[in-house]
T-cell receptor, first 113, second 106 residues
Framework: EAQVTQNPRYLITVTGKKLTVTCSQNMNHEYMSWYRQDPGLGLRQIYYSMNVEVTDKGDVPEGYKVSRKEKRNFPLILESPSPNQTSLYFC????????????FGDGTRLSIL | ELKVEQNPLFLSMQEGKNYTIYCNYSTTSDRLYWYRQDPGKSLESLFVLLSNGAVKQEGRLMASLDTKARLSTLHITAAVHDLSATYFCAVDDMRFGAGTRLTVKP
């Protein structure tokens, strides 16, 4: 089954404790991206990757890091999480960034205390 | 900077009625996507509109794109309860609107 898998689905942690949210896709997609969803703001793109070893900032990259060492994986790293990063996070993948819609993971709800 | 505005943000409708959700964007683009999100769930692709005048229909939903007006519409015909969800438009598939929360009441 074609899917985008995020882990964990839920996480409560404390300010400053490094965390990683993993994202893996099994569709051989070249394009992957991370979004955060906050009430009234829709989805805002954090980072995206056009291919292995190619990443670029989205609209809200501050406080986040990503890496794309393999085609299937695109982890999101919060080196020193802060309460304003409490949000619902979605990973997505697509054939490319041009003509095809993205496939979204089930989401990760992060609470930073 | 590309801005995407959806209207309305909240929509409560009776079953059987028609309504339109609007998506305006601020810069030139010919790629517009519509997604659906059920409460607590992920986003599901509904329509991909890739050229001026593009129209796509699926069941009771029809989406259109006017690139000259920088406007896309999602028209709901004879709404049913199962259409209750939040609908997002996305320009260039990376800049999303705030979403329209649709509730269809019996």
């Amino acid at each position: 089954e074609a899917q985008v898998t995020q882990n964990p689905r839920y996480l409560i942690t404390v300010t400053g404790k490094k965390l990683t949210v993993t994202c893996s896709q099994n569709m051989n997609h070249e394009y992957m991206s991370w979004y955060r969803q906050d009430p009234g703001l829709g989805l805002r793109q954090i980072y995206y990757s056009m291919n292995v070893e190619v990443t670029d900032k989205g609209d809200v990259p501050e406080g986040y890091k990503v890496s794309r060492k393999e085609k299937r994986n695109f982890p999101l790293i919060l080196e020193s999480p802060s309460p304003n990063q409490t949000s619902l996070y979605f990973c997505a993948s697509g054939v490319d960034r041009n003509n095809q819609p993205q496939h979204f993971g089930d989401g990760t709800r992060l609470s930073i205390l | 900077e590309l801005k995407v505005e959806q209207n309305p943000l909240f929509l409560s409708m009776q079953e059987g009625k028609n309504y339109t959700i609007y998506c305006n964007y601020s810069t030139t683009s010919d790629r517009l996507y519509w997604y659906r999100q059920d409460p607590g769930k992920s986003l599901e692709s509904l329509f991909v509109l890739l050229s001026n005048g593009a129209v796509k229909q699926e069941g009771r939903l029809m989406a259109s794109l006017d690139t000259k007006a920088r406007l896309s519409t999602l028209h709901i015909t004879a709404a049913v309860h199962d259409l209750s969800a939040t609908y997002f438009c996305a320009v260039d598939d990376m800049r999303f609107g705030a979403g329209t929360r649709l509730t269809v009441k019996p």
